[in-house]
């Protein structure tokens, strides 16, 4: 992503202006009303190379024949789009501004009474700092949603079966000299046995900041014991308080999931996470286990002292 930017929630104009991405990059003010044309820059800026695509648009196939590319571009468009066309309708409607500080931390913030709430949208990949500062004895508060995936590989082993399964049906069907007629009304997938039908389900199924229940059934023990929280199913939403710049150790963290609440034993940040393998004793690259996951949660965050 670009430099960061802060958006105006004020009335959106009646006519829609020009927007340039270069705007987005100077860190310039963007009206809601140009917050598709923001989402668009964003996700051009992962294309090749990390680069800025011109307004003549370089050709999308260079990016969909990268396969990085893909996955990364997939997490960010799901993101974004969740952002701009649920997220942002959560916020409350005296909401005045919001910050963008890059993407898997962004925080929406309101004032309130007795503290501060703010909504976050929290990545799957390891480790990230809200920008949400807390105080010991600071009462917190979490209602989150969204789902993840932590088995990308599956999940993309479970559409080429079942590409592979239809293109196999399609061909009995052109074989048998059947295909001319029923093209235009033939759907592989009424084909599909109940063997096949098992082949092409992931392993892993999605999961909400619970976590997946299918955890004690598929994980390996040894590894399991390894992931940031081996009490609580793989993919359950995380939270810990330390320092900016830090990387939350295995006895900061505490269970959020769909609902939680905190007192804060210690002054810092907010950071969240997903529970899953972490290689402490790895320094050179202990979120090994993290680069397969997608998808993203959102997280409304209260924060008030203590009384």
């Known amino acids: ?38 989402i668009t820059c964003i996700a051009h800026s992962y294309s090749p190379n990390n680069a800025l695509m ?23 468009l799901a993101l974004l789009f969740a952002v701009y066309y649920g997220v942002v309708q959560t916020l409350p409607k005296n909401t005045q501004e919001f910050n963008i500080k ?47 995936n932590i088995d990308l590989g599956g999940l993309v082993h479970s559409i080429a079966r079942r590409h592979e399964i239809e293109e196999n049906i399609i061909g009995r069907e052109k074989r048998a000299g059947r295909w001319p007629k029923e093209r235009d009304t033939f759907s592989p997938d009424d084909r599909f046995t109940p063997q096949e039908k098992n082949d092409i389900k992931p392993l892993w199924m999605w999961s909400d900041p619970d976590g997946t229940d299918a955890t004690g059934e598929l994980s390996i023990p040894a590894r399991r014991a390894a992931s940031i929280m081996s009490s609580v199913n793989y993919g359950t939403l995380l939270g810990a308080i330390r320092e ?46 993290f680069v397969d996951n997608v998808g993203f949660f959102w997280v409304k965050v209260t924060v008030s002292a203590a009384k």
């Open 1 to 38: 992503m670009g430099q960061p930017g802060q958006f105006s929630m004020g009335a959106a104009p009646a006519v829609r202006q020009p927007f340039a991405c270069s705007n987005f990059r100077k860190r310039e003010h963007i009206s809601l009303d140009n917050l598709e044309m923001v």
């Open 54 to 76: 011109t307004d003549n648009h370089q050709s999308w196939f260079s990016v969909l024949s990268d396969w990085p590319s893909v996955a990364r571009l997939a997490v960010v």
């Open 102 to 148: 890059g993407v898997g931390s962004i925080v929406f913030a309101q004032e309130t009474k007795h503290g501060a709430e703010y909504l976050a949208i929290v990545h799957p990949q390891g480790w990230q700092e809200t920008g949400i500062a807390v105080k010991e004895g600071d009462n917190l508060s979490f209602e989150a949603g969204g789902d993840i």
């Open 244 to 289: 900016t710049g830090a990387t939350p150790q295995r006895s900061d963290a505490f269970k959020i999931g769909k609902r939680g609440n905190v007192s804060a034993n210690k002054s810092g940040k907010l950071y969240f996470t997903v529970n899953d393998v972490w290689a402490y004793d790895d320094p050179t690259f202990p979120n090994k286990f």
